[in-house]
């Protein structure tokens, strides 16, 4: 049986979120605590925190038009970085669309330094394991881990590769090379510091967004040679692009994963079910043809999930 496990608290950051669907709302309402759920979920408010790439923002979209069919009143906050949002879990945010060694690992660092040893593992409930005791401090409880498993991927141009001979990280070995990429990347085992210590890249880091239009730009224009996003990411092939291949395997276990303010699902236990089942309704293949709307037929991201939800008989 899966124990469910809260996650520890992270150093403070001040929250500076877009509004998903609210442009235009002040971020002072960050602080309004939700009421206290009262079964259905009706009136009940909820505030989801999120990244604002397309992947994160298409499930975010998931996750909220589950919530508001059974009756919660749903706010989405899509920000550039993961500590954003979780410096404001349990209490100003509520829940979270994570993945497993992502969230694991950054509240690892938060709490030990950026030096501390990665807990997380290519096995999703060894990771979530190997948390528990962050997990039970920070007071955030973590759903069913996802099949769907998506992870740090990096990019070259197709031309740097024919001109170069690059198709793997380790064909950059001993190089100078730029990464335009988050700018939480740096001292990541599965970012910046698993390519410098595993690949022995000499990593020159320009914070420019994770899988952002000025991160394509930079790599297209040759004044990046790496570039991050996702390992899903459908738009390398048609912009010139080309996914690497990580031939000594930093990326540890990414799969989606539900984070919950543990106290606000106490109150309102009837939000388990739904996103477990979101979870299990997911799969690589199924979240990638998803992608391909919204990244390359620049469908809404709220369009595609209704679309998805209502086909599983989710909404």
């Not at 550039?80 to 993945?99: F, G, H, K, S, W």
């Not at 020159?204 to 040759?222: H, I, K, M, R, W």
């Not at 390398?236 to 543990?262: F, H, K, W």
Request: glycine share 10%; with cysteine.
């Amino acid at each position: 049986m899966h124990v469910r496990r809260p996650l520890l608290a992270v150093t403070g950051l001040a929250l500076t979120a877009l509004l998903a669907g609210c442009a235009g709302d002040d971020l002072a309402a960050e602080n309004d605590e939700p009421t206290s759920g009262t079964g259905g979920g009706e009136g009940t408010s909820v505030v989801i925190g999120s990244q604002s790439f397309d992947e994160a923002a298409l499930v975010t979209a998931m996750y909220q038009q589950v919530l508001e069919a059974q009756g919660y009143e749903v706010e989405t906050r899509l920000v550039d970085t993961r500590p954003v949002y979780l410096n404001e879990m349990p209490d100003a945010v509520q829940i979270a669309p994570e993945y497993v060694a992502g969230i694991v690992d950054q509240l690892n660092t938060d709490a030990n330094g950026p030096d501390a040893e990665p807990l997380s593992t290519s096995d999703a409930q060894e990771t979530i394991d190997a948390g528990a005791d962050l997990l039970e401090e920070k007071g955030i409880t973590l759903l069913e881990p996802s099949e769907a498993f998506s992870a740090n991927g990096y990019f070259t141009s197709q031309e740097f590769s024919d001109a170069e001979g690059v198709t793997k990280l380790s064909d950059l070995e001993g190089q100078s090379v730029t990464l335009a990429a988050a700018p939480d990347c740096k001292g990541r085992t599965d970012c910046e510091k698993g390519l410098v210590d595993t690949y022995g890249i000499d990593i020159t880091l320009e914070p420019l967004g994770y899988a952002s239009t000025e991160t394509f730009q930079a790599v297209l224009d040759g004044e990046a040679e790496l570039g991050q996003t996702s390992t899903l990411d459908g738009t390398l092939e048609e912009q010139g692009l080309l996914l690497l291949e990580d031939d000594r395997g930093i990326q540890p276990a990414q799969n989606l994963i539900p984070a919950v303010s543990t106290e606000f699902l106490a109150d309102n236990p009837e939000i388990e079910g739904p996103l477990n089942d979101l979870m299990a309704a997911l799969d690589n293949d199924t979240l990638g043809q998803l992608l391909v709307s919204v990244q390359i037929d620049r469908e809404q991201p709220a369009d595609v999930a209704q679309e998805f939800l209502e086909s599983e008989g989710l909404v």
